[in-house]
């Protein structure tokens, strides 16, 4: 991936950093997303982590949720990089709660961050993709998009809603040379999973058929896989990756 630009939404969260290093790996050169401008000093301090592990990644700032951020966002990354190769729509949240009590807000923040975001980022990349004729579109999206999870209404829907916004924008770039595809990650080791009760992540193990979390890493390598230029035959697809947890 030598020369190519690739773009990680929530790139400093659990997944997001293990995408990073796996397409940096690759010798792409890699742009980690933080979500608040006063966290600038974190993010800079999450760089220099980096750096010491031998990952050398930039940041910039943009809140996924706001358009007119995406915007500004990908106006300067073009300006300074010139274009973007390879985006990972990969900033997301929960608000877990049953549907009788959830609020208003709760059911638009995960809207917002896990669907309109895939709106908002993509939008603003698309034409300087179909411009250079080349593009690799990876979405992460989950395990309970497919079986439903009592608990995560919103969350299921957003997720959900991305694999038909795949299915369709990857027909109508297949022409300029752009791949869009969905990843399904079961329940991975992250603080969105580990912030979870003991006894409901014991019980959430029990139903997994190998018995574990699955790791970050083995979200990204999928990640640099679809990435990948040869990968040019693969569109429109979901991985599913869950530790057999739920198989269509
Ligand atoms: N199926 C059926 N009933 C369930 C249930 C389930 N899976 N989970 C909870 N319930 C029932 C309980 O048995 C209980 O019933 P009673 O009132 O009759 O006793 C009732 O729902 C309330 O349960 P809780 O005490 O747990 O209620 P709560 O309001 O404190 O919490 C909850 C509700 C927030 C949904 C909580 O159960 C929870 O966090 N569940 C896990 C949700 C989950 O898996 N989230 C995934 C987060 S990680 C992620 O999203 C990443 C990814 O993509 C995989
Ligand atoms: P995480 O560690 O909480 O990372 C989420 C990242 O998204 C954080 O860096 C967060 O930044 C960023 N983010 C949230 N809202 C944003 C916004 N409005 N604008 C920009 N960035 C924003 O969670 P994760 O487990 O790595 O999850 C990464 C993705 O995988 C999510 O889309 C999640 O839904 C999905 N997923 C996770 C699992 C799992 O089991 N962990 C399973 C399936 C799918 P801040 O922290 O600064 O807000």
């Not at 877990?96 to 995960?110: G, L, R, T, Y």
């Not at 969350?155 to 299915?167: D, Q």
Request: glycine letters at 8%.
């Amino acid at each position: 991936m030598k020369g190519k630009i690739a773009l990680v939404t929530g790139g400093m969260g659990g997944i997001g950093t293990s995408i990073c290093q796996y397409l940096a790996k690759e010798n792409a050169l890699v742009i980690a997303t933080y979500h608040h401008r006063e966290n600038r000093d974190a993010a800079l301090a999450w760089q220099t982590a980096q750096k010491n592990l031998g990952y050398d990644i930039q940041t910039c700032h943009v809140d996924v949720c706001d358009f007119s951020s995406c915007t500004d966002m990908v106006v300067s990354l073009e300006k300074i990089y010139g274009r973007i190769d390879i985006l990972v729509n990969n900033a997301g949240i929960t608000r877990d709660i049953p549907f009788h009590k959830m609020e208003v807000s709760q059911w638009n923040d995960v809207l917002r961050t896990n669907l309109d975001s895939v709106f908002n980022v993509t939008r603003n990349v698309i034409n300087g993709m179909i411009k250079n004729n080349y593009g690799r579109i990876i979405n992460i999206s989950s395990i309970n998009a497919q079986k439903g999870q009592y608990g995560q209404t919103n969350y299921t829907a957003a997720k959900a809603g991305m694999h038909g916004f795949t299915k369709s924008i990857a027909q109508e770039v297949a022409k300029n040379g752009i791949t869009v595809n969905t990843i399904s990650p079961g329940y991975i080791e992250t603080n969105m999973v580990m912030s979870l009760s003991t006894s409901i992540l014991n019980k959430i193990i029990e139903q997994i058929p190998v018995k574990r979390l699955g790791q970050p890493e083995e979200i990204a390598r999928a990640v640099t896989f679809l990435a990948a230029e040869k990968s040019s035959f693969i569109t429109g697809s979901n991985l599913v990756i869950n530790g057999g947890q739920y198989l269509l």
